[in-house]
DNA sequence: CAATATACGGAACAAGGTTCCGTTTACAAG
DNA sequence: CTTGTAAACGGAACCTTGTTCCGTATATTG
């Protein structure tokens, strides 16, 4: 009686969890020098195993970014809570924002995967939006009711948002912070329309 | 005294010009229907050509697509004085601005051409920022000389920005004029904000 | 040690961009 | 109209990259 049907139900071979491993850390290797486009017949050189052995492990392309960045969105999610409790909201906001931006402009490739149109990479914008969306939701949540910012945006819409302006960034993440910054300002700040005038700031 | 040799060195022959206009019109339609990706192979089908006359007159696939769109942005380009003599700085660069944002939002493919990492779409953010960076540099100096915008954006990064907001915007044209607007928003209102110390990695 | 499910490697296939080159054609000079 | 020729044509062929398939190798378990 020492079936455990729970979970796990077959254990993974040894020589799997080392590929998985190897592949893991060539992928991400590969990401960060070349871009998200590196080939996987080249991924799997590095890794030194063969492209069978890739797509067994990732059936797709995607899942195998999916798997890199995973980890480190899991991280920026997570520090929501944080940034709520220590700050006023609409700084929070601003705060947890520019750090996604950071993890999009430094982590070459993520935001390209994010708004890359191939359909290795379909799919891959709402899982990885998935568990940043209660975060964003909770700061945006919070500042509005403070009268910080907007109430009229949605959370998948910034998370979009902010991805797509990082996309040019390449090596400048400066260009990056500023585009957010901008956006950020007018999340903040409503303006009066168009109706109602100009007035200086 | 029939030579004039101030321009065109030699004319186009016939049968060339038909083909290159019918590309044209594949392409316009192909782009709209099917999106940029189309491949080169139908475009040259449905324009009753080979392969081999796509590239004699459009070298890379990126020259079709820069030839398709050239039109439409140029007329885009010089809408920017008439704004500019009928409305307030502020107010013509926001409107500017916001038929930009339609331009890119309503032909499917404009957006995602300037934003992709193909090789074969190489220099086109350049080669379509050209002729609207003086529209709207003229646009932004006039609003930042009138206090009505910042006067530390440039407008490269503008364009590009816009560019990229635009690119999810699928079918939704309405999602990318909300966001452009919360990016004029920051442009015109410099909020009083946290200085650039909260980008933890 | 043997049995077997699991995993491995890489050849093979599909799709799309680009090149090459033998053939066809417009057009201008005679 | 004929004819010479530069220009253009078409599409087979090539290359790169994602993905699948399957015969072979091996970790694990009893």
Redesign the interface.
């Known amino acids: 009686m020492s079936e455990n049907i729970t979970e796990t139900p077959r254990r993974v071979r040894s020589d799997a969890r080392r590929n998985i491993d190897a592949l893991l850390e060539a992928a991400r290797v590969a990401f960060a020098t070349s871009?998200v486009?590196t080939p996987v017949r080249e991924i799997a050189e590095r890794a030194g195993v063969g492209v069978g052995t890739v797509y067994r492990h990732f059936p797709q392309r995607s899942d195998l970014v999916a798997a890199v960045f995973r980890h480190e969105l899991d991280a920026c999610a997570s520090?929501a809570p944080a940034l709520a409790a220590e700050h006023e909201p609409g700084?929070a906001l601003?705060?947890w924002l520019?750090?996604y931006?950071?993890?999009l402009a430094?982590k070459r490739g993520l935001a390209?995967a994010l708004?890359?149109?191939t359909p290795a990479f379909e799919g891959l914008?709402g899982c990885f939006q998935e568990p940043l969306m209660p975060a964003l939701a909770l700061l945006l949540d919070a500042a509005a009711a403070a009268g910080q910012a907007r109430a009229d945006?949605k959370p998948g819409?910034l998370l979009?948002?902010v991805a797509?302006?990082c996309?040019?960034a390449g090596d400048d993440a400066d260009?990056a912070?500023?585009?957010v910054?901008?956006?950020?300002?007018?999340?903040?700040?409503?303006?009066p329309t168009?109706a109602a005038?100009?007035r200086?700031?």
């Open positions: 871009g486009h520090a700084e601003e705060r520019q750090r931006t950071n993890l430094t390209a708004n890359s149109e914008p945006v819409d979009q948002a797509s302006l996309l040019p260009y912070h500023r585009m910054t901008l956006l950020i300002d007018g999340l903040r700040y409503t303006a168009l005038g100009a200086s700031a």
